[in-house]
């Protein structure tokens, strides 16, 4: 197991920002995609950004431009970094992490966190 720690939702208003944390336990994310989901209340988990081993990233249409996706290998950390939020980005986000897939489909990805909660008040 991998365990990941999300941190850094919260309650904010329309157009402000909030920084998301997901700490591995060991120095996995040097070698491991990490990727963030979220899912709003009566809708089913979608993705919204990942980044490679590599370095690459990907991102849902809707929030290009606004969320960052980066990593520090050295504190084994994935963040997301989401600026000018809205209301429609009110969801539980949850990180995860795959050694072997690179990509959008949550069946990919075999390590999750338990999700932090992110709302955006209009």
């Known amino acids: 197991q991998v365990p990941l720690v999300e941190s850094g939702g919260g309650l904010v208003q329309a157009g402000d920002s909030l920084r998301l944390s997901c700490a591995a336990s060991?120095?996995?994310?040097?070698?491991?995609?990490g990727a963030w989901f979220r899912q709003a209340i009566g809708k089913e988990r979608e993705f919204v950004a990942y980044?490679?081993?590599?370095?690459?990233?990907a991102y849902v249409d809707s929030v290009k431009g606004r969320f960052t996706i980066s990593r520090d290998n050295l504190k084994n950390t994935v963040y997301l970094q989401m600026n000018n939020l809205k209301p429609e980005d009110t969801a539980v986000y949850y990180c995860?992490?795959?050694?072997?897939?690179?990509?959008?489909?949550?069946?990919?990805?075999?390590?999750w966190g338990q999700g932090t909660q992110v709302t955006v008040s209009s």
């Open positions: 060991g120095r996995i994310f040097s070698s491991f995609a």
């Open positions: 980044i490679t081993w590599s370095g690459d990233t």
């Open positions: 995860a992490a795959s050694k072997l897939y690179e990509g959008r489909n949550e069946i990919g990805y075999h390590y």
